[in-house]
């Protein structure tokens, strides 16, 4: 198999997992676990705030304020 295609391959497995996941918590109604974890990945770098669903950008960048790293989420 070509190393680019396994590259490809891991990266949407990744991402399909991540997304998975954000499904999970959020159908559960743990909105407030989705809110750290959705803050968590920002701050890591894996995701932009600009990237969230707008129902989900107040309680995110209020949580990022709590924890004092409010200007991730200009």
């Known amino acids: 198999m070509n ?3 396994v590259k490809k391959v ?3 497995r990744f991402w399909l997992m991540d997304f998975l996941s954000y499904i999970r ?3 559960k109604g743990g909105e407030g676990l989705m ?3 959705l ?3 920002i701050v890591l770098g894996k ?3 600009k990237d969230l669903p707008e129902a989900l950008k107040a ?3 209020e949580e990022l304020e709590a924890n004092g790293v409010g200007f ?3």
């Open 59 to 61: 309680p995110v960048k």
């Open 10 to 12: 891991k990266s949407i």
């Open 47 to 49: 995701l932009e705030f």
């Open 35 to 37: 809110v750290i974890f």
């Open 25 to 27: 918590l959020y159908v």
């Open 39 to 41: 803050a968590t990945r």
């Open 3 to 5: 190393k680019n295609l």
């Open 72 to 74: 991730l989420a200009e």
